[in-house]
């Protein structure tokens, strides 16, 4: 008999529920050319629409980008983005003026209620400035319509209450949720500090 049924490396992926990667799916916006995308080279579209299950901020160096806030973004792809792994939780970063369209938008949804039971589409909007142009991103917002779309709601409610760790090891960032304004401030303190350390050093060489 066959033991290729049992032949398993990688789990399964469940069929009717959200699925959580070991590591996370990782999207990135690409402020230099307006895009998102997966990795160094693969480029998606210029909007993505998903359903937004946790937020949180954090502080540090990600990338080329050093000693900035940043909100870190855990979401679920709606059903009707093709460019990404249906039902899958996946994971981007906001930084600088990203952050401040999002926080402005959520700010504007939240009297009328919870802006995570409906769906977020975040696309690029072109900027100019002294370096040339570069993009930000913009998110709009619009209730849930079809069946599918109600229904995968319910599925991201009963996977969240099963309290997943969702955790990316792959950043070396300080998470300031909670922390009071003194508590960031001395962080931002020693970070630059450090920097210029960093670049003493550098220059003494």
Known sequence: MSNLS???VFGSRPQHSIFLPQVPYNLRNDC?????????????GKEIEI?????????????KTANSFWLQLWFVPAPRCADLPKNTVCLT????????QFSQKVTE????GEPA?????????????????????AWDWRERET?????????VADFMAATPKLVDLSVNLIPIDGLSPDEIELIMSSAKAQELENSALISGR
């Open 6 to 8: 049992q032949f398993k």
């Open 32 to 44: 230099k050319v307006g895009r998102w995308k997966v990795g160094e080279e693969e480029y998606l």
């Open 147 to 155: 069946d599918e779309e109600i229904s995968q709601l319910e599925q």
């Open 93 to 100: 970063y906001l930084k600088k003026r990203s952050i401040a």
């Open 109 to 112: 949804l939240m009297e009328s």
């Open 51 to 63: 359903s937004i299950i946790k937020v949180s901020q954090f502080f540090g160096t990600l990338g």
């Open 117 to 137: 039971l409906g769906l977020f589409k975040g696309s690029f909007v072109k900027h100019s400035g002294d370096k040339g142009d570069y993009y930000s991103v």
